[in-house]
T-cell receptor, first 115, second 110 residues
Framework: ETGVTQTPRHLVMGMTNKKSLKCEQH?????MYWYKQSAKKPLELMFV???????ENNSVPSRFSPECPNSSHLFLHLHTLQPEDSALYLC??????????????FGSGTRLTVV | ELKVEQNPLFLSMQEGKNYTIYCNYS?????LYWYRQDPGKSLESLFV?????AVKQEGRLMASLDTKARLSTLHITAAVHDLSATYFC??????????FGKGTSLLVTP
């Protein structure tokens, strides 16, 4: 356990389904992140939240919708996904947006398969 | 443009050998991180380098940072099979979230 918990660990969904990924941390961090890791591609930053406010959205399609109700919880709502969205989705947290030398703590990820 | 480049991207090495992975970045930064990822698993923090000339060592791995050259190295000494994994460097550019390199897939063979 790294201190960042992601659920579910695995998810298979159809293109018309709606599902949500959950991320939780009790490290006292104020910034949380969603990253996408596809096969043979670098980690792609999707969203950044700092003190519950979204500070970055890296041109992510609207079929991905983040939600951060408080500094400890982060969700990624999924709807009408495409097969190319199949990937490992990683959540991370840090003391604050700029990290300040602490780096990020990553969760174990959700392996998403879109069929 | 903020860029982080690692090389090599793939590395196959024999047990007992030494090798170095390089991480170059495009813009001034004095904060660099190395992570390890095992297949299907998350990223595990290995080293945090926060100043020019910083050197950290853990077991058979040693990381260093040269901020003037915008270069970090991850040196592997006397490799063992357990070191097989993908290694990422990540740079903290001012005002931005961590920017990751593409990763180096390391395979250590007998």
């Amino acid at each position: 356990e790294t201190g960042v918990t992601q659920t579910p660990r695995h998810l298979v969904m159809g293109m018309t389904n709606k599902k949500s990924l959950k991320c939780e941390q009790h490290l006292g961090h104020n910034a949380m992140y969603w990253y996408k890791q596809s096969a043979k591609k670098p980690l792609e930053l999707m969203f950044v939240y700092n003190f519950k406010e979204q500070t970055e959205n890296n041109s992510v399609p609207s079929r991905f919708s983040p939600e951060c109700p408080n500094s400890s919880h982060l969700f990624l709502h999924l709807h009408t996904l495409q097969p190319e969205d199949s990937a490992l989705y990683l959540c991370a947290s840090s003391h604050d947006y700029r990290g300040n030398g602490y780096g990020y703590t990553f969760g174990s990820g959700t392996r998403l398969t879109v069929v | 443009e903020l860029k982080v480049e690692q090389n090599p991207l793939f590395l196959s090495m024999q047990e007992g050998k030494n090798y170095t992975i390089y991480c170059n970045y495009s813009t001034t930064s004095d904060r660099l991180y190395w992570y390890r990822q095992d297949p299907g698993k998350s990223l595990e923090s290995l080293f945090v380098l926060l100043s020019n000339g910083a050197v950290k060592q853990e077991g058979r791995l040693m990381a260093s940072l040269d901020t003037k050259a915008r270069l970090s190295t991850l040196h592997i000494t006397a490799a063992v099979h357990d070191l097989s994994a993908t290694y990422f460097c990540a740079v903290e550019f001012s005002g931005y979230a961590l920017n990751f390199g593409k990763g180096t897939s390391l395979l250590v063979t007998p």
